[in-house]
């Protein structure tokens, strides 16, 4: 039986040589058809729901489809059905889409080979000028890519995203002109590959399969690189790392040592931070106060790197660590402020106040120091409940402060002449965080007769009623945010790796020594690109000569003690103690994953190589025998499609008992 004879709508006929559009067009009529129904609330966790019209398109895929850009497509179509549910008159329905897109993306994945998975999921999809040429090869697109990587080294990581449309609401609506739409669909995804889709589309379940969280740990640990030599021709492309070939200086885009060489950067803020307090200095800057300045326009110009390699606020804002790098840079920029105002003045107050500022700096520092526990499963799984049940806490703020201004208007009011505004402000204040004794003390002062029954009623609000209401709301947060706690740990962690290592920068300067690039960027005016690239990476070798001799030694020292390779790694959290890694860095392994046959018209490279592969399932657990599973998937087909014939002759005949 073929795909098209299954329940449901036909497979769309995917070939090599679609472009990224012509790609989700087809995939999006198939998913409006076969999905019309909202996901139901008990089964939102679950692929069953859709296994009746998503296997003929899976089972197709995995056996048909070697499109390179297939995964990417699947996970963009999340974003554009994500899109239509805010304007849908079927709620909930396009969110099934979304989530069915989802689910199709790591079903895929989930039969690859490691190999493969590398393949697929970190193609970068081609500018959308390539797009319109078929036939180009491999080696036009690295150049292509190369060229304007040249262009701007400094390009963002994900740009700016706006919903768009394929007129795909409706069965009905493919005979809409959408063209235009399209193409600003597909333009959005461009030099972008399909994990980094997958953080944009918010596709938290899909990062969270197994087989995806390989390749991400691969990445962490620095078995798979973007950059594999340090040069004015160096070509971004995901491989595997060879040691014997790649240059080490690459190794400082290893997103592990990076955190690594952060912690250690903190450390020394903090070092300074304390020097700078202890020994105050009214009448000049100190050298350990120099420093400290430095360390904050360096910290505050990686930030501004980060943010713009991004591309997104959204993006940049997803790691829960943001607002405290921000905080620290305003902190520290308003210290700054302060003491150069209060040294060219003379002003004591005005240098009080400045170290005062400066004295904030540590509710900021000291935890951010330790954000590198948050990469801990553990720790880390606490992380999105803090951040959700603030959120929640935030919302619910909004109605406490309606209330306090209405009782606090009152009571001034009936205050005057008693209490002044301030001080009747700081009692209810007093009063909202478990003081109500003291309200009942000043109600008479305040009136004699209101006094008492609105301070009981002020009472019986913010203590009894606001504040259970509040608890209520905190724990049943918790509870739904623990459902998905790991979900959101391991999506927070991705986009860390992947903000950190695929960066279209190839020379990235640990602060504060990225102030010395600083320098460079007058000569943009006299010299070409080449040759200011080159002189780049002359100056990060010359500065991180000893970071790039610690990494080296670390990785000698793992080489020569494979038995304490998990525990001194940091594996990344899905990995376990004792378990075998899955990219090993080795000279067989390490070729070129973008080389690929380019006969034919194919604009992408082709996809699986044509050789036996062990399917695996969504949660990466090998399976016994493909022609075993796909006999299994024709022989449920087969009974669902008698399912539904017998269901549908069983309703003609109620209707026929009901019509006599």
């Known amino acids: 039986m073929s795909y098209s004879d299954r329940i449901g709508p036909d497979v769309p006929q995917l070939g090599n040589a679609d472009t990224f559009d012509e790609l989700t067009k087809k995939l999006s009529f198939y998913f409006s058809e076969a999905i019309t129904l909202p996901l139901p609330?008990?089964?939102?966790?679950?692929?069953?729901?859709?296994?009746?019209?998503?296997?003929?398109?899976?089972?197709?895929?995995?056996?048909?489809?070697?499109?390179?850009?297939?995964?990417?497509?699947?996970?963009?179509?999340?974003?554009?059905?994500?899109?239509?549910?805010?304007?849908?008159?079927?709620?909930?329905?396009?969110?099934?889409?979304?989530?069915?897109?989802?689910?199709?993306?790591?079903?895929?994945?989930?039969?690859?080979?490691?190999?493969?998975?590398?393949?697929?999921?970190?193609?970068?999809?081609?500018?959308?000028?390539?797009?319109?040429?078929?036939?180009?090869?491999?080696?036009?697109?690295?150049?292509?890519?190369?060229?304007?990587?040249?262009?701007?080294?400094?390009?963002?990581?994900?740009?700016?995203?706006?919903?768009?449309?394929?007129?795909?609401?409706?069965?009905?609506?493919?005979?809409?002109?959408?063209?235009?739409?399209?193409?600003?669909?597909?333009t959005q995804f461009e030099k972008l590959n399909a994990l980094e889709i997958a953080a944009v589309s918010n596709s938290k379940r899909f990062l969270s399969q197994k087989p995806v969280q390989n390749i991400i740990n691969g990445l962490w640990r620095g078995d798979i690189v973007f950059w594999d030599t340090l040069g004015w021709k160096s070509i971004r492309r995901p491989q595997l790392y060879n040691r014997q070939r790649a240059d080490p200086f690459c190794r400082l885009r290893v997103p592990r040592y990076l955190k690594i060489f952060e912690t250690l950067y903190f450390m020394v803020f903090l070092g300074l931070y304390y020097a700078v307090l202890v020994r105050r200095s009214f009448d000049y800057i100190t050298l350990a106060e120099a420093l400290l300045y430095v360390w904050i326009a360096g910290f505050a110009y990686d930030e501004f790197g980060d943010w713009q390699d991004a591309g997104q606020t959204s993006f940049y804002a997803t790691d829960f660590w943001w607002t405290?790098?921000?905080?620290?840079?305003?902190?520290?920029?308003?210290?700054?402020?302060?003491?150069?105002?209060?040294?060219?003045?003379?002003?004591?107050?005005?240098?009080?106040?400045?170290?005062?500022?400066?004295?904030?700096?540590?509710?900021?520092?000291?935890?951010?120091?330790?954000?590198?526990?948050?990469?801990?499963?553990?720790?880390g799984t606490l992380i999105p409940c803090l951040k959700e049940m603030t959120k929640d806490f935030c919302k619910f703020l909004s109605l406490v402060v309606i209330l306090y201004l209405g009782f606090l208007t009152t009571f001034v009011l009936l205050a005057r002449g008693t209490y002044t505004p301030r001080e009747m402000s700081w009692i209810l204040i007093k009063v909202f965080f478990g003081s109500s004794y003291l309200g009942f003390d000043v109600a008479k002062e305040i009136s004699p007769f209101f006094g008492p029954p609105v301070m009981l009623i002020f009472v019986a609000l913010t203590n009894i009623l606001l504040i259970t209401s509040l608890i209520s709301l905190l724990s049943n947060s918790l509870s739904k945010v623990l459902d998905h706690a790991r979900d959101e740990y391991l999506f927070i962690y991705s986009v860390y790796v992947l903000e950190a290592s695929s960066s279209s920068r190839l020379t990235y300067f640990l602060p504060p020594l990225n102030l010395i690039p600083l320098l460079l960027r007058p000569l943009r005016l006299v010299l070409p690109s080449e040759r200011l690239r080159s002189t780049r990476i002359a100056l990060l070798k010359a500065t991180h000569v000893p970071f790039v001799a610690a990494i080296w030694a670390y990785e000698k020292m793992l080489l020569a003690s494979q038995k304490h390779q998990s525990e001194l790694s940091m594996s990344g959290p899905g990995s376990h103690s004792g378990t075998k890694r899955l990219f090993r860095p080795s000279h067989q392994l390490a070729r070129s994953l973008t080389a690929r046959p380019t006969s034919g018209r194919t604009m992408y490279p082709t996809g699986r190589p044509q050789t036996p592969q062990t399917p695996k399932t969504g949660d990466g657990s090998v399976e016994a025998d493909p022609q075993l599973k796909s006999l299994v998937l024709k022989l449920t087909a087969q009974v669902e499609k008698l399912a539904a014939v017998v269901s549908q002759l069983q309703e003609e005949r109620e209707a026929n008992s009901v019509a006599a």
């Open 41 to 186: 609330q008990n089964e939102e966790r679950s692929a069953l729901p859709f296994n009746r019209k998503l296997s003929p398109l899976i089972n197709a895929l995995s056996d048909t489809c070697h499109h390179p850009a297939i995964v990417s497509a699947l996970l963009a179509l999340k974003v554009h059905f994500t899109a239509l549910e805010g304007e849908s008159d079927e709620p909930g329905v396009n969110e099934a889409r979304g989530f069915a897109c989802e689910i199709v993306a790591w079903q895929f994945v989930a039969n690859l080979t490691p190999r493969d998975a590398i393949d697929y999921l970190l193609f970068e999809l081609p500018p959308a000028s390539d797009l319109d040429q078929s036939g180009v090869d491999t080696d036009q697109h690295n150049n292509t890519t190369e060229e304007s990587l040249h262009r701007n080294e400094g390009a963002p990581l994900l740009g700016e995203r706006h919903a768009s449309y394929f007129s795909t609401d409706t069965v009905q609506s493919r005979s809409v002109a959408a063209g235009a739409h399209s193409d600003e669909f597909t």
């Open 324 to 379: 405290w790098d921000i905080s620290i840079v305003v902190v520290g920029i308003a210290f700054a402020t302060l003491r150069i105002v209060g040294l060219s003045t003379a002003s004591t107050s005005t240098i009080d106040l400045a170290y005062d500022v400066l004295g904030l700096e540590a509710l900021f520092l000291v935890p951010r120091i330790f954000s590198l526990l948050s990469l801990n499963s553990y720790f």
